[in-house]
């Protein structure tokens, strides 16, 4: 059983910043791509951004040049850099990675506003 678990979400003022952080109990973590996603209110779940294991990115087009993924295998843990926070990133955000199959977390809600 992989286990994941996100922290460090919360409430932030527009323009504002925070970093997700997201530990797996895995071994795979170091071979494996970690994703986030977020699930507005309303809305579908949603692909935030994606790193490999050789560490290249992607990320959707609401967020590129604000949010920033990164990952420290040797903490086996994935990080999301959130910047210049919009009231429209608000939602619960989640990390997702496949070790045979798919493995959520319980998600963090960030909320953006004033």
């Known amino acids: 059983q992989v286990q994941l678990v996100e922290s460090g979400g919360g409430l932030v003022q527009p323009g504002g910043s925070l970093r997700l952080s997201c530990a797996a109990t895995t071994s795979f973590f170091s071979i494996v791509p970690v994703g986030w996603y977020r699930q507005a209110p309303g809305k579908e779940r949603e692909l935030v951004a994606r790193?490999?294991?050789?560490?290249?990115?992607n990320y959707a087009d609401s967020v590129k040049g604000r949010f920033t993924i990164s990952r420290d295998n040797a903490k086996a843990t994935v990080y999301l850099q959130m910047s210049n926070l919009k009231p429209e990133d608000t939602a619960v955000y989640y990390c997702?990675?496949?070790?045979?199959?798919?493995?959520w977390g319980k998600g963090t809600l960030v909320t953006v506003s004033s």
């Open positions: 997702n990675l496949k070790v045979n199959m798919d493995y």
């Open positions: 790193i490999t294991s050789g560490g290249n990115t």
